[in-house]
């Protein structure tokens, strides 16, 4: 095991791409989970903090430590098994995610998950119950993972197979591989409906290994983990359509919504059921076209979307998609539509490049981006959409919004020029984030909360429900060593 003191050759770990940041006295590079076992066991004697990092690409400075020792999940990178017979693979925490999924489909399978980042590290797209544009069809990271090998804050271990135990009822009991038992109070109030990962997940029965999936390192070290895999689609349409007014392109994503959800259980590949529905607003659009000098001058909004197809559907799929495309108005003059795999890679790079063009921009130019992590249900997401708009407009504040919107999912990035419009941006963020739950959504769809955005939790959670959380993390970790300062401010173990 590697171990580094060295400020100089650590300080990659001092910050992630939010551009929050932080300090340590060392970080730790296992090379095995009997190494991570021991650090574990050392720091919850002696009461050190620890934070579990992986590649640096999160937005909520999780992986970012503000004190104690940091363990690095860089060299725990085994691609330990692929089983193409059953359909599932073991590795470690620390595989690209990237390289992972070049693999498996070069054996003709696939794994959806798709966040923005594909360097990040499987592990963590686990602790963070990661999704990104395919979840509309196939669901986030949660839906793939079928076991893992999970230490505990104190040192013990505990395999969890998916299926193998369940809450009853609120109660969630199992035993670690030692003999100890845990018994859990799972808490009681109800999560929204919407993709959603803000604090834990719990419900009553619910499958034990959910509570990991999500918790974002402050539960447990996922040293092995067995994901699902899946057939790697036949064929793929894949295309990008303009829009000279916007809210063509919203009524657009409506129907693409609701059709591709009727469409969902069918066999008709020619049906229109897309795979992923993406919103890019003309600011986004502004964002990149000097990269991107394709894009049409006159458009206002794309969309991007993506269909499984086969040799049999293709052309009736194709006619039922420009169909929908004219009755809302896109331009199927200027769409950018893919006919081999290089295309559909173009197409792919170009939905991810906002993302790491305004991490580009806050970098240049010094700032802290205020991104809205936000979802609500697919009845409100037009109301919701022009709430948001016209408050951040009326501001008088640059912003640029895209993202997941057949999941009603979207990202809103405020890029505050100075210090006073920093502080205007964070309240603004928080009216969002109130009316995204009073709308029956959710703060945090995808990214979680960690340590940025853990003073915004009380938004959606009252303190009682927080606190009860909370108490859920101290049963498993009561020395509070693992990931503190993600998800909850100190306070709330507070059992007074």
């Keep these: 095991m590697i171990i580094k003191t060295d400020k100089s050759e650590i300080m990659d770990f001092f910050q992630d791409a939010s551009n929050f940041k932080g300090d340590c006295d060392a970080v730790y590079f296992p090379k095995e989970a009997e190494e991570v076992k021991q650090i574990l066991i050392d720091a919850n004697k002696n009461r050190t903090h620890v934070t579990i990092s992986g590649n640096g690409t999160g937005l909520t400075g999780a992986r970012v430590p503000e004190d104690g020792i940091v363990i690095s999940t860089n060299l725990l990178n085994k691609i330990i098994e692929i089983n193409e017979t059953n359909k599932y693979a073991v590795i470690e925490p620390g595989v690209i995610l990237k390289d992972f999924q070049d693999l498996v489909e070069s054996k003709g399978l696939f794994y959806p998950p798709d966040p923005t980042e594909r360097n990040c590290f499987v592990g963590a797209t686990v602790a963070n119950n990661s999704s990104g544009a395919k979840t509309f069809k196939y669901g986030p990271t949660r839906d793939y993972v079928e076991a893992a090998n999970i230490i505990l804050p104190d040192g013990e271990e505990v395999y969890l197979n998916r299926g193998d135990v369940y809450a009853v009822d609120n109660i969630l009991s199992f035993i670690t591989k030692s003999g100890k038992l845990i018994k859990l109070n799972l808490p009681a109030h109800p999560m929204p409906e919407t993709k959603h990962t803000a604090g834990y997940y719990y419900k009553p029965g619910m499958d034990a290994i959910d509570l990991f999936i999500g918790s974002e390192g402050t539960l447990g070290f996922l040293s092995e983990i067995k994901l699902k895999l899946i057939d ?29 959800k009727s469409n969902r259980n069918s066999n008709d590949l020619s049906l229109i059921n897309a795979l992923g529905l993406e919103f890019f607003d003309n600011n986004s659009l502004k964002f990149m076209i000097e990269e991107y000098t394709q894009i049409p001058q006159t458009a206002n909004a794309a969309v991007w979307f993506e269909q499984e197809i086969d040799d049999v559907s293709e052309e009736e799929a194709l006619n039922n998609w420009m169909e929908l495309i004219e009755k809302n108005n896109g331009d199927l003059e200027t769409a950018w539509i893919a006919t081999n795999e290089k295309d559909r890679t173009k197409f792919k790079d170009f939905r991810h490049a906002i993302s790491w063009k305004v991490t580009e921009y806050i970098t240049r130019e010094n700032v802290r981006k205020v991104g ?24 008088g504040l640059n912003y640029i919004c895209y993202g ?67 108490q859920l993390k101290k049963a498993l970790d009561p020395n509070l060593i693992l990931g503190i300062g993600n998800i909850f401010e100190t306070n709330y173990f507070d059992e007074k």
């Design 232 to 260: 790697l689609p036949r064929n793929i349409l894949s295309s990008i359509i303009f829009f000279d007014d916007e809210m063509d392109a919203l009524n657009f994503i409506t129907e693409v919504r609701e059709s591709s």
């Design 372 to 395: 809205t992590d936000t979802a609500v249900p697919d009845n409100k997401f037009l109301e919701y959409y022009d709430y948001i708009i016209t408050t951040v407009k009326s501001n």
């Design 404 to 470: 997941h919107a057949g999941n009603s999912h979207v990202h809103l990035n405020m890029l505050p020029k100075n210090e006073t419009e920093y502080l205007k941006a964070r309240k603004i963020y928080a009216d969002l984030c109130s009316k995204a739950v009073e709308m029956k959504g959710t703060i945090s769809a995808e990214h979680g909360i960690g340590k940025l955005k853990r003073n915004f939790l009380n938004i959606m959670f009252n303190e009682t429900e927080i606190k009860e959380m909370a």
